[in-house]
């Protein structure tokens, strides 16, 4: 179960991390949540200070995060024949990484998790009602059963701040 998302990882850092199981939460995601249409999303992998700078700069958090979703708000390409393209997610390697190692999770299980998260952000979906939490929660450990992830991995993310 794919979805015809394009996916373009930058890891500039050169982290330690499967690509393809990232790749693949992304697609898998956008296939449960009917993303059947060309689309595309770009995950950048980074440092813990860069992540930090945009959590100031866009939601006034002056701390760093484990992911963050910026949505590009297209409803279609901005040029006709053009795949969708959904926005960005941004990780911070670090903060994943001693995440996933607090909470006794695989790294790139965690950093799927994140992906997933992320995803859904990016499609619509929030957790700042519990309404919205709820829904949010539910599409998320499909994804990750979907994924063969636990879904006892979430717990991770109620200690984060992200967006």
């Known amino acids: 179960m794919t979805s015809p ?3 373009e990882i ?3 850092l050169e982290y330690d991390f499967d690509a393809k199981q990232l790749e693949n939460a992304a697609r898998v995601t956008a296939a449960l949540q009917a993303v059947d249409e060309p689309a595309s ?3 950048v ?5 860069a992540v930090a700078k945009l959590n100031q700069r866009f939601r006034g958090i002056d701390a760093p995060t484990d992911v963050l979703s910026f949505p590009s708000g297209e409803e279609s390409g901005i040029f006709e024949g053009e795949p969708r393209y959904l926005g960005d997610l941004v990780v911070a390697f670090p903060y994943a990484s001693s995440q996933a190692e607090r909470e006794g999770f695989a790294l790139n299980d965690s950093l799927s998790l994140l992906v997933v998260h992320g995803m859904l952000h990016l499609l619509g979906y929030d957790h700042h009602t ?4 709820k829904a949010m929660w539910q599409a998320q450990e499909e994804a990750l ?3 063969n992830i636990s879904p006892e991995i979430v717990p991770a993310l109620e200690n984060a701040d992200h967006g």
Do not use: S
Not at 130 to 133: F, N, V
């Open 5 to 7: 998302v394009e996916v």
């Open 145 to 147: 059963l979907a994924l």
């Open 10 to 12: 930058q890891n500039e």
């Open 130 to 133: 519990p309404e919205a939490r």
């Open 45 to 49: 992998v980074t440092d813990d200070e």
């Open 41 to 43: 999303v770009t995950i």
